[in-house]
């Protein structure tokens, strides 16, 4: 049984603004009413209208590579593909009418909350630039941005500050609310009830004015609560660092999964690998590459602790950098993790795939 | 004989994000090297790539409303038409080679300099997100952010500030320089030194959280000093107010382009009208309707005084915000302006087309 639906509006990680990060998540069980979450917000309207677009016969992905179209056989593990829906499921799109951009701004209604990971522009930019349709009079819309508060903070007083952007969260307005979480704590989402989502902070690397200082971010766990299956939903992220004094805020969370979240019921882990095991350590700039992903599923295999490994656990690969380089670098470091992890015992059966743009993935 | 190349990367007012304003404009009398600027930066590497990819025989415009796509002669005039490229130049192009996302990130390497009209998402959002790819091993580039001190500030403070974007403006990095320049002041391009840009401060509406406070927009008047013909360049900007007390920008800037640019010299103005003439006065957010852009254009007409009026000059119509709506709003104001200016006296021949996403104007 399927309990998750994520749609990934954008799955990059740059430098191309239009396939930046943004999943929007809907519960299978909620077939009627059509309520939805996003985690990251890089894309939005613009992504949105390009799926309601798509032929879902097609099963290709924009590669800009070595083809321009590659299939989506390619960056979706088989196991997956069945569930793997081009453009949006049925439920989402039944109930749309009219124009592209009418059904688009629709489908936008439907969204109530955003989970953001941390304010980097490449995932806020869509839902800023989008936010004035919530004022659209025949489609009008309230949404919460939801984020720790070093995201919530910033997009305060950085971005919703009348000089970014207009003071759209205002509450005098009403319509656009900016909600601080707390770190590993539950919060009840207002869009989908039965669902608890748990932010838990993670590292993303240093400022570049401060090497001392770091930059946060978010991962999220997202539970039904009715069947107590969950996923994970990553940002930007970077491995523990050696210094015993710091906390190893990775570590912590892959105990908190091991021992919260029975390995039968974690659906999926979306986890960014910016970087092909290629690129110098010096240059992950708060990022995994393929073999510091694959050291990060070996500690949650220990933490799990189970005989089997962490047998058919699905992982989907999102934040990819797009490199100037011959080969589609998410086919490179697709390549890489089955490769490596098919020699690391626990980690042989992983069902590795790419977060394709464009594609829903049921879980 | 023609002086300027506008391709249009991105053109709407939003919401989608994906089809904000940014224009790159290019010489046409330098043809070997291939040397570009940008006004905004909305989009970017996305919608280059996008346009690298466009099929140039095949006029259509993607609309998504009453129809997904329409032909280019429904938003561009036909005496404009024969001038006007789908995607870009030759001039542009042929020098490129590789896959699509090796071509796009060429081309992006020969971008020099960003002049941007406003701190607003909508117009720098791409522009943030691509500049990690000036660090690309292969494709290397150095590249200015330039605009007046109320632009330069906010993208120091609130976003190459490490916590929105990290800060690749610091000085060490040595790639990416954010410059101040002064209103009224006429500046040297770095990139194509046979042009003058002279930045105008403009208004554009009053912040949320304090209406009696204005927001300053900019608008780029583009000189070649050999052949004397001009191009002025808007961003977001909206009427004078009555207030005697404040000075009157725009007026000033019609009497400045009256006073300095001889007509048969003013190649085109590319300005913004968001709004169909339908739209509550209240609800004009510091923009232009299609009714309040006629008025500035009869200013113009004043201050140019000549007994033939502004002739056929050519103005690219920016910025229309995408509504939910049957009819395509491009349609709408485009069909407004010809239909209003038509009984003017004076603005009988203007030439009105949409700046329309993928497209190459040539004045």
Not at 326 to 338: A, V
Request: proline share 5%.
């Amino acid at each position: 049984m399927t309990d998750f639906e994520i749609s990934i509006l954008g799955g990059t990680g740059g430098p191309f603004e239009n396939s930046t990060q943004c999943f929007i998540i809907r519960s299978t069980h909620n077939d009627e009413s059509v309520r939805l979450i996003c985690v990251d917000g890089g894309v939005g309207l613009g992504s949105i209208a390009a799926m309601l677009r798509l032929d879902p016969n097609k099963r290709i992905v924009e590669s800009l590579y070595e083809n321009e179209e590659e299939p989506v056989e390619k960056y979706v593990d088989s196991t997956v593909l069945s569930q793997t829906t081009r453009g949006f499921s049925l439920a989402v799109t039944r109930h749309l009418e009219g124009s592209i951009v009418q059904q688009t701004m629709k489908l936008y209604q439907n969204i109530g909350e955003y989970y953001i990971t941390h304010p980097h522009m490449d995932h806020v930019a869509g839902m800023i630039m989008n936010s004035p349709a919530i004022y659209e009079p025949l489609v009008p819309s309230r949404k919460y941005i939801k984020g720790l508060p070093f995201t919530i903070g910033p997009l305060k007083d950085f971005i919703f500050n009348d000089i970014i952007w207009p003071q759209l969260s205002n509450k005098l307005l009403g319509r656009l609310d900016l909600v601080t979480l707390s770190s590993r704590e539950s919060h009840n989402s207002l869009s989908i009830p039965e669902w608890n989502i748990i932010p838990f902070e993670v590292y993303h690397g240093s400022k570049v004015s401060d090497l001392s200082s770091q930059v946060s971010s978010s991962v999220y766990i997202i539970t039904n609560t009715r069947t107590n299956n969950s996923i994970v939903v990553c940002g930007d992220l970077e491995k523990d660092h050696e210094d015993p004094n710091e906390p190893r805020l990775l570590c912590q969370l892959w105990s908190y999964l091991a021992n919260n979240i029975p390995l039968k019921n974690l659906k999926a882990i979306v986890i960014e690998c910016s970087n092909s095991l290629s690129i110098d350590e010096r240059r992950l700039f708060g990022h995994l590459s393929s073999n510091k992903l694959l050291d990060e599923l070996q500690t949650l295999r220990d933490k799990y602790g189970s005989s089997s490994g962490l047998r058919d656990l699905k992982i989907i690969v999102s934040h990819v950098k797009m490199t100037y380089s011959e080969k589609d670098p998410r086919l490179t470091i697709l390549d890489e993790l089955r490769t490596l992890a098919h020699e690391i015992p626990g980690l042989e059966s992983l069902i590795f795939s790419i977060a394709v743009q464009g594609y829903t993935f049921t879980v």
